[in-house]
């Protein structure tokens, strides 16, 4: 009866024993993984100056921008280093951690300097449109020569991560989510359709039609555009009505309410240069994050957005116009709403999100005159081009020599040199010359002779980061500061000043320690401090650094 009973207990206790080994080894399991949010989602504003973060502040509300500032860690000092300071590039370097000498994306549009022929940044002739019949899908990320975070999350996971890149433009969708993403969509305005290519699919999922039938865009601004509040409140604007502001095609005077509506109806890519473009953004995202179910699965997802809407309102009203102020609180509200959307869905603290820009912008011209600081139009293609084309002529018999311009960085057709038999490093340093007596213009150089060029070093290095021998034209210049190289109307970007290149840097939620911190930081760094905190390798291409502060120990 003794042994029988010291059996059954020694039974019980080797049950024990084993049940608890057992959930032991589980849990040792679970822990061993590698932990990483759910999602990761980049949030790029186009054409947001640093300084929009706080020169509204005070009416943001407390779910966008200001949770943004108040719960997650900003990079108040994160600078462009390279050039131009323009969409393609902003959004190809934040995702490869490179810059256009190395990821090979020098501008939207760039020639081939071996054959001369002009390429747009995403333009692919193999490829054909998924969603509409116009030729806007014709697009694909070939041109990107690095890899970017997503294809490293990708590879990282074994492809196993969904990776969903969406904006209003093209470039804006495809260049984040990089070579081997689940899919990109753009907006094409002629069928009011997101639409994709035949590099990513064959046909539309579901959802995206779903999405599309509705025709959002089209309720969106049934009401037409009137400021969000009384327009007496708009303080930090200038007055509703300045002559530097541009006008939808058939309307008067830039003044609110703006009737978009009717605009909308003579075409619906007027949509782009209204707050309601972003709106149309981010339901689109929601729509994304339903349809592939980036909130669940067994790894990290990637959800890259761009809300294009600020720089086409920015480029047509400028910086300081009303409608510049009302697409920022606008936008706030969007961000806010989407933010406790991710917050049910995904859960709060299950992800991160990134918010940044491609690029800043200027202060008009005119405006800036106005208040007597220094400014000036360049003219380039009528003043320094023909100058240069005139003095070529005369000097070496060589016509039209300059043959385009990306930014700041002037092509010469170097075969015309050869054929006539002239001394082109000559012809090159007389060009230089020429260039730097030009009105506006501060510096010059021959790429070939960079290095020996009296040209301040940190402009230098953006010089020499954005210059790529295959892409990029040979002699670069770099105007005063406050000229710019567009027109009297609206307000451009492209330029090294901080007003084109100080970018918003926040991050908030999984891994993200809170704060901020005034060090400089660069807009290449943003790839290797997420890969730092998904745990993964940096893309091939990466010359940043991973923001230490931002992650938690």
């Not at 081939?112 to 030729?135: H, I, K, M, N």
């Not at 339903?290 to 990290?300: F, H, K």
């Not at 084309?389 to 300059?402: F, L």
Request: glycine fraction near 8%; aromatic fraction near 10%.
């Amino acid at each position: 009866m003794k042994a029988l009973k010291y059996n059954v207990i020694k039974s019980f206790l080797f049950i024990i024993l084993l049940f608890n080994t057992t959930i032991v080894g589980a849990k040792e399991k679970q822990n061993s993984g590698v932990a990483r949010p759910k999602l990761v989602v980049g949030l790029v504003v186009d054409q947001m100056r640093w300084d929009y973060l706080y020169r509204y502040y005070d009416r943001y509300e407390s779910g966008g921008f200001k949770r943004l500032l108040n719960e997650g860690f900003s990079c108040e000092n994160t600078y462009i280093t390279h050039l131009p300071s323009v969409t393609a590039i902003g959004h190809s370097t934040i995702y490869t951690g490179s810059v256009p000498a190395i990821h090979g994306i020098t501008s939207n549009n760039f020639t081939d300097q071996l054959t001369g022929r002009a390429w747009y940044c995403a333009e692919d002739t193999v490829e054909q449109t998924v969603g509409s019949a116009s030729a806007a899908g014709r697009m694909s990320p070939r041109n990107l020569l690095a890899s970017t975070i997503t294809d490293e999350l990708a590879l990282a996971t074994n492809f196993r991560s969904k990776i969903v890149g969406v904006s209003l433009k093209d470039r804006a969708a495809i260049m984040p989510a990089g070579h081997t993403p689940t899919a990109a969509f753009w907006l094409d305005s002629e069928s009011e359709n997101f639409i994709t290519s035949t590099y990513y699919m064959k046909e539309l999922p579901s959802w995206v039609s779903q999405f599309n039938s509705k025709k959002v865009g089209r309720n969106l601004v049934k009401d037409g555009w009137s400021t969000l509040y009384p327009i007496e409140t708009y303080l930090q604007s200038t007055p509703d009505y300045v002559p530097w502001e541009g006008v939808f095609p058939g309307e008067k005077k830039p003044v609110f309410p703006h009737d978009i509506k009717r605009y909308y109806e003579l075409n619906p890519d007027n949509i782009r240069k209204t707050p309601f473009g972003n709106t149309l953004t981010l339901e689109f995202a929601k729509a994304a994050v339903e349809g592939y179910d980036l909130a669940n699965g067994p790894v990290t997802n990637f959800l890259t957005i761009n809300c294009a809407s600020t720089d086409y309102i920015g480029h047509m009203y400028s910086a300081n116009s009303v409608e510049a102020e009302d697409g920022l609180l606008r936008l706030d509200k969007d961000l806010s709403a989407f933010f406790k959307y991710l917050d049910t869905k995904v859960g709060k603290g299950n992800y991160t999100v990134f918010l940044t820009a491609d690029h800043g912008g200027a202060h008009n011209p005119t405006f800036l005159e106005e208040h007597k600081i220094p400014t000036g139009l360049l003219g380039l293609k009528k003043n320094a081009i023909v100058a240069i084309n005139k003095m070529v002529e005369t000097k070496y018999g060589i016509q039209k020599i300059v043959t385009g311009n990306t930014g700041i960085y002037l092509s010469l057709d170097a075969k015309k040199a050869v054929e006539k038999g002239v001394d082109y490093p000559k012809l090159k340093r007389d060009v230089v010359n020429l260039l730097i007596k030009q009105p506006g213009i501060q510096f010059a150089a021959d790429m070939e002779n960079i290095g020996n060029a009296s040209i301040p070093q940190s402009i230098k290095e953006k010089v020499i980061n954005g210059y790529n021998s295959k892409r990029t034209g040979e002699i670069a210049f770099i105007p005063e500061p406050g000229w710019t190289l567009g027109g009297a109307k609206g307000a451009t970007h492209s330029l090294w000043n901080p007003y084109d290149t100080h970018i918003p840097l926040v991050f908030m939620g999984w891994g993200i320690n809170k704060g901020k911190s005034v060090e400089s930081y660069s807009m290449c760094d943003i790839t290797p401090t997420i890969a730092a905190l998904l745990r993964i390798q940096v893309p091939n291409g990466a010359i940043g650094k991973a923001i230490s502060e931002v992650i938690k120990k």
